[in-house]
DNA sequence: GGATTATCTTTCCACTGTCTAGTTCATGTA
DNA sequence: TACATGAACTAGACAGTGGAAAGATAATCC
């Protein structure tokens, strides 16, 4: 039974580290816990992940990647107009669906964006929010206004779920009573579109 | 010379540790190491912060009243309808003057948000984006418009932030060539502005 | 089949947060 | 002034951590 070559240890530790992170939060989340959540020695994990900000960023990088097809799903039931809000609410829902996930992969201090794993995983689910062709018929400006346009985009949904994730939302919503959470998030996504375009103000 | 009594310890301890923060980032922030700084012995902190978690909050409550002075100040010069503009405006000069505070206070996942000083600090600082009187003359909504106005400046504000500390968006710019990043900032700020008030859409 | 190489274990070290028990000093009370 | 009380700080110890060897095992390539 005990074999010793595991076979697919860095898969194995993956799963073992999403584990302990929805289990007991990243503060739990160690080289070590992780080695023992797989059943294999504690330095096991750095022959796969190099460091600890190794196997957090690879962890993280399986969540960019997530990130990605759960917003492609949610626009796959949508006309093309409405793709960059449909691309939206996945994020969002991704977000509240996956808490601890998102605080590693938004908020950890811990990763190596110098791994290029996470790095093109995070570009990836990124590009999502990217004026792709299609979606802006008319007036596609300078390539300088699209960078505008992404980035106030970007910010917006990235800072909206940074919000969810820290539970302050909900808690100005208990304030607000009568108030809807789900509506309340759909209102806030939906003023997503009125970011784009250079300002004339 | 070495008085047993201290005197100012956790004012000491507070300047020691942003020291170490600037010079080698948060990771190398530790108890023992804010301790050393300041020459005392490593056990001393507890006493005046009890956790690690309990300085860096400590530390994160300093970083926020900072900001909120920050945003005043540059609201200061500037008439009545564009303070909220300012206040933004002081956000983000505030990040880049101090990514590395700026990252504890809003990334790091060691803080302590049930520390009252860290919790209030932070409400009073976010408290200028909230809609304050005068500022929105004429249609002044329920006030569930006005929780959705505040969630969604705070959104942006927030996530354009973390968009710069992480070096992103100079990244952008530089892909961009002939962007100036402070014009490119600026423009992305005013459009704080189209977010507010329900969609009708 | 034999050598090579990737995979995993064992042992060890410096460092960390935190607990416990002591030491020094300031301050209030008689 | 004498003394008690308690706050501020030190010293030492402990378990847990990341990481660096160096060795053991198994798969693979020739």
């Not at 302990?20 to 992780?34: D, H, P, V």
């Not at 811990?110 to 062709?133: F, I, K, M, V």
Request: hydrophobic share 45%.
């Amino acid at each position: 039974m005990a074999s010793y070559h595991h076979g697919s240890l860095r898969a194995a530790l993956l799963a073992a580290a999403e584990t302990i992170l929805q289990r007991e939060g990243i503060n739990a989340l160690t080289l070590r816990a992780a080695a023992r959540e797989a059943g294999v020695s504690h330095t096991a994990p750095a022959h796969h992940f190099n460091d600890l900000a190794g196997l957090l960023s690879a962890l993280a990088a399986l969540g960019f990647s997530r990130l990605h097809d759960f917003a492609r799903a949610e626009a796959g039931n949508v006309e093309i107009p409405d793709q960059l809000l449909a691309h939206a609410r996945g994020y969002i829902a991704f977000a509240r669906a996956h808490p601890e996930l998102f605080k590693l992969m938004f908020r950890s201090e811990r990763l190596d964006w110098d791994h290029p794993d996470l790095a093109s995983a995070a570009a990836h689910a990124y590009s999502l929010l990217t004026p792709a062709a299609g979606e802006r018929p008319a007036h596609i400006g300078h390539s300088q206004d699209a960078l505008a346009d992404t980035m106030a985009r970007w910010s917006y949904v990235h800072g909206l779920a940074m919000l969810l994730i820290d539970g302050r939302l909900s808690a100005g919503v208990s304030m607000s009573p009568g108030a809807d959470e789900d509506t309340l998030i759909a209102d806030l996504i939906k003023r997503l579109q009125r970011l784009d375009g250079r300002g004339h103000r």
